[in-house]
T-cell receptor
């Protein structure tokens, strides 16, 4: 029972490099989301998806792209990494459309450092 | 701007002390409310949630929270903390009954419990 799996767990990038943070869930959840966690700022929503083929922006979407081609996967792409994107990234999923009746199930996080 | 506020950034207690962590939100209308906990080295997990009904909600590990609509608050309480409660606690809100796609987090409260 894997739940929400994020890879990689740690990554160091140079400014301007691109990379993709992978997120996969095996619970057949429709809703998936990406958050970043920064000291003193809590968790901020980057992008979310209510189902395959549907994505939308959260609070801090600039610099990030997402796609949702399957129910299971929700990758987060950084096209040109900047030091301001140094953070811990969490992927989360929910069995409900939206979060009105369910809880979010979080992955273990991906720590990204941009030099 | 609409937000979720946690005014206690860092709380230090001795074991057996009582705990109350504040959470206020500024969204009007109906909201759904959550408390999540992040133990050291672990991913976030749901502590308790409120959607409707009895404003006093009981969660796991002896935690409870009270929804006071007139004060826009959802404070977390525990009568007697243990060392194992050392963690970071996040209040979260879905802004309205009809826009439940987004779960907005507060900045978090770090709780340290000493034996």
């Amino acid at each position: 029972n894997a739940g929400v799996t994020q890879t990689p767990k740690f990554q160091v990038l140079k400014t301007g490099q691109s990379m993709t943070l992978q997120c996969a869930q095996d619970m057949n959840h429709e809703y998936m989301s990406w958050y970043r966690q920064d000291p003193g700022m809590g968790l901020r929503l980057i992008h979310y998806s209510v189902g395959a083929g549907i994505t939308d922006q959260g609070e801090v979407p600039n610099g990030y792209n997402v796609s949702r081609s399957t129910t299971e996967d929700f990758p987060l792409r950084l096209l040109s990494a900047a030091p301001s994107q140094t953070s811990v990234y969490f992927c989360a999923s929910s069995p409900d459309w939206g979060v009105s009746t369910g809880e979010l199930f979080f992955g273990e996080g991906s720590r990204l450092t941009v030099l | 701007a609409q937000s979720v506020s946690q005014h206690n950034h860092h709380v230090i207690l001795s074991e057996a002390a009582s705990l109350e962590l504040g959470c206020n939100y500024s969204y009007g209308g109906t909201v759904n409310l959550f408390w999540y906990v992040q133990y050291p080295g672990q991913h976030l997990q749901l502590l308790l949630k409120y959607f409707s009904g009895d404003p006093l909600v009981k969660g796991i590990k002896g935690f409870e929270a009270e929804f006071i609509k007139s004060k826009f608050s959802f404070n977390l309480r525990k009568p007697s903390v243990q060392w194992s409660d050392t963690a970071e606690y996040f209040c979260a809100v879905t802004p309205s009954l009809y826009n439940t796609d987004k779960l907005i987090f507060g900045t978090g409260t770090r709780l340290q419990v000493f034996p």
